[in-house]
C-alpha cells in the first residue's frame, strides 16, 4: 500500500499585544471550528511553546515574542473519577473552578468546549459565564467552544476576537484545512464527522430529517410568537375611542 504523508499547518498566534500596529490587544480568542480541525491542537501547541520559552529552549517558530507568564492553566478532554464519585462533568467543573479561583491577569489559560457535560441551556449559560470572567480577570485564553451563540461576545468586547478552523464541503465530503482564520465558524459539521467515523447511513439520515424538522419548528414558532405579540397589542388598543392612538412599547424597565 502507499504511504501517506501528513504535514503539519502552521498557524500564527498572536494575543495581548501592546503595539496595535505589531497584531491583536485582544486577550481572548474565541475558536470554533469542526470536530478534527485542529482546535485542541492549535490550543496545546501554544501552551508548549510558551512553556519551552520559559525553560529557555528553542520553540518551532519563525519568530516568538513571549511575555512574563506567571502560570500555564488547562481545561481540555474529559475524563471521569468514578472511584472518587466525581462524573465527567463533575471533574471538569472543579478544573473550570480551579482556573477561575487561581487565574491572573499574566496567566495563559486553554479552555477545550467546557459546558459540553450537561444540558445545553445550563452548559451555554456556563460557558458564557466564563468567558466574561476570564476577561475581567484579563489573562490570555484560548477558548475552544461549539457553541455559536458565544461568538457574538466578539462582536460586543474590545477583548474578544473570533476565529475559527477552516473548513470546507466537496461533494458531500468534509475537508479540513486546518488553517486558523478570522471571524467565527459557520458550522461545526458534526454530522459529517460521525459519517467519518463510521455510523451508519440510516442514523446519518435520520439525524438530518431530525435536524431539518427542529430547524422548521423553532422557524415557525417564530413566526407564532411574532402573531401571538402582534395579536396582543392589537387586543390592547382601546374601542370606545376610535381616535386613540397606541404608542408602542419600546423599552421595559425591571427594578
Do not use: W
Not at 501552551?47 to 516568538?64: D, M, N, R
Not at 481545561?75 to 491572573?104: C, P, W
Not at 374601542?239 to 424597565?253: C, F, G, H, K, W
Amino acid at each position: 500500500a502507499a504511504s501517506s504523508t501528513n504535514y503539519f499547518v502552521a498557524n500564527d498566534c498572536v494575543l495581548g499585544s501592546a503595539n496595535t500596529d505589531e497584531g491583536h490587544p485582544e486577550r481572548l480568542l474565541l475558536i470554533t471550528g469542526p470536530n478534527m480541525g485542529g482546535k485542541s491542537t492549535y490550543m496545546r501547541q501554544t501552551a508548549l511553546i510558551v512553556l519551552l520559552a520559559h525553560c529557555g529552549s528553542f520553540v518551532p517558530a519563525e519568530s516568538a515574542h513571549i511575555g512574563d507568564i506567571d502560570r500555564i492553566f488547562t481545561r481540555i478532554g474529559s475524563a471521569d473519577d468514578l472511584a472518587g464519585g466525581k462524573s465527567t462533568f463533575m471533574v471538569e467543573m472543579i478544573e473550570t473552578a480551579n482556573i477561575l479561583n487561581q487565574a491572573t491577569n499574566k496567566s495563559l489559560v486553554l479552555m477545550d468546549e467546557v459546558g459540553r457535560g450537561t444540558a445545553t441551556t445550563d452548559g451555554l449559560a456556563i460557558a458564557h459565564a466564563c468567558v466574561n470572567r476570564l476577561v475581567e480577570i484579563g489573562c490570555l485564553t484560548l477558548f475552544a467552544t461549539h457553541y455559536f451563540e458565544l461568538t457574538q461576545l466578539g462582536q460586543t468586547s474590545d477583548e474578544i476576537r473570533n476565529v475559527h478552523v477552516a473548513a470546507s464541503e466537496v461533494d458531500g465530503q468534509l475537508l479540513l484545512l486546518h488553517q486558523i482564520k478570522e471571524g467565527a465558524a459557520s458550522s461545526s459539521f458534526g454530522l459529517h464527522v460521525a459519517k467519518m467515523a463510521g455510523i451508519p447511513t440510516q442514523v446519518l439520515n435520520d439525524a438530518k430529517r431530525y435536524l431539518i424538522d427542529n430547524l422548521k419548528a423553532e422557524n415557525e414558532k417564530t413566526i407564532d410568537d411574532k402573531n401571538d405579540l402582534a395579536k396582543s397589542v392589537t387586543d390592547k388598543q382601546p374601542e370606545s375611542d376610535n381616535n386613540a392612538v397606541l404608542e408602542p412599547q419600546t423599552s421595559y424597565i425591571v427594578q
